[in-house]
């Protein structure tokens, strides 16, 4: 019997399965790799002589000297980066052995992913003692006390010192345990809230990171107890520059463009500052905000360029001394609106500033104050070299400013002056410094007032005395008219000296000569007074004008001979001069000054000839 059966396979083998093929070599290829880590690991991480020599010689060329770890306790590369140093130093052996570094204890780790997807976060930080040497990681010496957490609070404190910048803040992290304090790990949140002093500075703010931008927020900075600074400001990888600040009840916003890495265009700096309710007499005010912030800018500023120890002073080309600060190529739009005097509003000025190859200049300036318009140029110029000279050229005109509506604003007239002014100043100065260019300061300047009404009373306080020396017996309430006042002063070496000085009033005519010292800041005028009316003869002969610009004094000329009464006054004023002052700001004869001005000879007609028979 013969017994046949199916076979139990095929005749053909079976396939594989790709996926589990693939599984299977990228298992082993994990495998590999991580043993090859962990051999990579042995290697990197540890405290023997490579790494040690390894980490000496990096900080021998960061701090440019011969570096030197008494103990190294722990150093790792993979997965955590990490080390602790203890008593390191760099020195300089070619130059005796100078400091170049001082670390006395440093303690780090992070993950290694933490420092490649650029993580703040930190499973231990401290540096204690720190000391880089000037020209290394900075231009001045840097020194920090310490970096480290603040024991039972979320606070990390860093306290140091800049050149001779003294710092002690803390910042706000959080820990990575919770319930825990910042020595078993912590992380910087997107927004860092900062504390502490900078400086003579309290100072609080708020900082906010991103990819794209660095803002901070919240500012608030004090001095002496006294809020001085509040508002933010950002800046982002493009170079956009925006801040909203406030000193007091003046508040500036800059829209600004920094790019100094983009070298087609033409402007490092190009931009809009808008500064809103600036005060004029704020900025002198020594108790005032701005005047701390000054005094707080120059102290930061001194402690920063504090001068280097002799021991660390590069030897270097000296530069050229210089005057003006040297800036990049800069267009800055600045608009004053609801500028102020005190609690009078002036009004808004438009100010181009531009720095561009050593010259420094307010191009085009416009604006409105009380109902009158203000217009003109400003440029400050260095010639540079050995010797440099910085020269000023200023051409300014004011028309038909209503100082009347600016008294009443201030409240020192309640509709008791009134009347406009016209202003115009063209002047050049040279000097090897900004504060000699007063004694070089030369041009000319002029001004128009017409059609002025007064309180006498107001008008005296207002002129510091000046109608009471003229008439001391007059009626304080009494109005007086005031037709024209002309002034044209030719200034040569810092003096201006009077070519035109004159005022008429419904009561009497007043001429000046003389000068005003602006360098010397001192007037030496004489004014010397005619009486329109025999029945007014109580006014003094002549009085002098004297004393500091700000706080004139008169006293009675001892050299008059007396009255003078009825027109023979005006005959010592050139009349060239003032119709050339009336013509500076485009007044026409028909202007109330215009009568005291040459008229010009009527041109004679032609008559047609008679046609002959």
Sequence with gaps: MVISSAPLRGDKPRKSNPIIKWLFRLIVTGFVFL???????????????????????????????????????????????????????????????????????????????NILLRRPVFRYLEVRNFYAAPYTLAPKAIIIDHIKPVKGKNLMSIKGQYSKLPFDLTLEATPLITGQDLNYGFKLDKTIKVDGTIGGLQTTLTIASSRSAFKLQD??????????????????????????????DIHAVTNVLYRPWDTERENVIDGDVTIKSLDLTKISEETHEIASIISAIEDIVNAVNAPVDALYRKDEVKADPTILPTMPNTDLRINLTNLKIKDAVLGDIKLPFSAKENTLSLNKIEGHINGGTIAGNIRLSETRGE????????????????????????????????????????????????????????GEASFVISDSEMKSGI?????????TALIPNLEKD???????????????????????LFADTERLQLVGSGDINIAKNAYGLKLSPEAKKTTLLDITPAIRMSGPLNKPKFSPDTFSLGTKIGGLLLSTVNPVLLAATLTDFGLSAEHSCGQFAPKKEAAPVNKPEEKQD
């Excluded at 004090?222 to 007091?248: P, R």
């Excluded at 070496?493 to 070519?499: C, E, L």
Aim: hydrophobic share 40%; with cysteine; net charge negative.
């Design 35 to 113: 043993a090859l880590i962990v051999i990579a690991a042995n290697a990197i991480n540890g405290t023997g002589e490579t790494q040690r020599s390894s980490i000496e010689r990096i900080m021998g060329e960061v701090f440019q000297g011969s570096a030197h770890i008494k103990d190294f306790k722990y150093f790792s590369a993979i997965p955590y980066v990490g080390v602790e140093l203890e008593n390191t130093v760099v020195v300089d052996e070619a130059k005796s052995n100078r400091m170049m570094m001082n670390l006395d204890y440093i303690a780090f780790n992070t993950g290694f992913i």
């Design 219 to 248: 500012i608030s900075i004090s001095k002496d107890g006294k809020q001085i600074l509040n508002g933010s400001f950002s800046y982002s990888m493009d170079g956009e520059i925006v801040s909203d600040l406030s000193v007091a």
């Design 387 to 442: 010797a440099p000279e910085v020269t000023l050229i200023q051409d300014l005109q004011i028309n038909k400013w209503d100082f009347g509506q600016l008294l009443s604003d201030l409240k020192l007239n309640h509709s008791d002056v009134t009347g406009r002014m016209n202003i115009k100043t063209q002047l050049t100065a040279a000097s090897p410094t900004l504060s000699g260019l007063k004694e070089t300061l030369g």
């Design 478 to 500: 009494k109005r007086t008219k005031i037709n024209c006042v002309m002034g044209h002063f030719g200034i040569e070496n810092g003096v201006a000296n009077v070519d035109t």
């Design 459 to 467: 008008a005296d306080r207002l002129m510091s005395g000046l109608f």
